[in-house]
């Protein structure tokens, strides 16, 4: 069962950039079906270790079996990355030598978790990565509707979230929305016919943004990637793998605030505005997977990859 949960995505480039060598410490935060970690464990061998964290208990458990013959070299932790600093702090680890997240969710939570992430089935309207309290159900029938069109605009990139979001507010004043089904034929039925066919499926971005807002996800990215460049040692890499533009542009942002971006007026003679080179950027182009990765996995067709080492 645990052998299709998830293929990892840029796995070759993931570890290059990375870069381990023998006896370094990683911290992994999205340990998904520990296909990147099997792969970076070699690197490290034997007396290097990494820090596998995740949300999704069914991720650590399928993880778990994968990694049974490296016990003394990992530690399993059910926990948001964003925690990294706390998380560290626990296990009496100061500082790491690599960072890397893969950011989203398995191909696992999207096809088996029955967590409703996906508007092509049937489940009941979930999506948590973990046990937050709130659920999609939550956000689709008790938000406003100027709280739901605000979530779909930033962070479905939908132009139609007004329109949408006054549609579920409709329908659920019927009935409550309790099904990924139902509430993807409500959006289907709040766009006009010509725009269903060519940008895709809406649902999809509507469901993409209400996971956003359900797993806090953007907050957690720049938590994640800020506090885990902090505890980088000089000279330590971080590699990050994206899935869609919010995130990549948080991702691409940070990195050049990292590089030392300077945001004073081009006329100002001295820099003001604080900044201050802190990390080289390895990737000045943002690598994509090939072809054949494509063809064999299209899971990994949007992915950005991105990479860093601090200075
Ligand atoms: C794309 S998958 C990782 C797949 C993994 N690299 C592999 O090759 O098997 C992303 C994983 O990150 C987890 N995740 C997402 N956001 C998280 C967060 N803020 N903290 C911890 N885990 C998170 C998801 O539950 C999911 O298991």
Redesign the pocket.
């Known amino acids: 069962m645990e052998d299709d949960?998830?293929?990892?995505?840029l796995?070759k480039e993931a570890v290059h950039y990375l870069n381990a060598t023998e006896g370094d410490i990683i911290f992994?935060?999205?340990?998904?079906?520990?296909?990147?970690?099997i792969a970076i464990i070699k690197d490290i061998a034997p007396t290097g270790k990494i820090i596998g964290?995740?949300?999704?208990s069914q991720?650590l458990s399928t993880?778990a079996i994968r990694l049974k013959d490296y016990k003394d070299q990992v530690f399993l932790v059910e926990?948001?990355?964003?925690n990294v600093k706390e998380i560290l702090k626990r296990l009496d680890i100061k500082s790491v030598q690599g960072v890397?997240l893969?950011?989203?969710?398995?191909s696992?939570?999207i096809d088996r978790s029955q967590k409703g992430f996906s508007y092509i089935r049937n489940e009941d309207l979930d999506m948590r990565?973990?046990d937050q309290k709130v659920r999609a159900f939550e956000v689709v029938n008790d938000y406003s509707e100027q709280k739901l069109r605000d979530i779909f605009y930033k962070f479905g990139e939908e132009k139609w979230a007004g329109p949408i979001a006054a549609r579920i507010v409709k329908k659920r004043n019927e009935k409550e929305i309790r099904s990924t089904s139902q509430l993807a034929e409500i959006v289907k039925s709040a766009v006009p016919p010509d725009y269903r066919h060519k940008r895709g499926h809406p649902a999809k971005r509507i469901f993409q943004a209400i996971r956003i807002e359900v797993?806090?996800?953007l907050e957690?990215?720049e938590k994640?990637i800020e506090d885990g460049f902090q505890v980088l040692n000089g000279r330590g890499r971080m590699v990050i793998?994206s899935?869609h533009s919010l995130e990549d542009r948080i991702v691409k942002n940070k990195f050049l605030d990292f590089a030392g971006r300077c945001f004073c007026p081009p006329d100002l003679p001295v820099c003001r505005c604080g900044a201050q080179k802190r990390a080289k950027i390895l990737t000045r182009k943002v690598v994509r997977p090939s072809e054949d990765e494509i063809r064999e996995n299209p899971r990994a067709k949007s992915a950005k990859l991105r990479a860093l080492e601090k200075l």
Do not use: M, R
Not at 102 to 106: A, K, N, T, V
């Open positions: 949960y998830h293929k990892p995505v796995l992994e935060g999205t340990l998904g079906g520990a296909g990147h970690t964290v995740d949300l999704c991720a993880a926990d948001n990355f964003a890397l893969d950011l989203g969710l398995s696992f939570q990565f973990g797993n806090a996800e957690n990215i994640g793998i899935y």
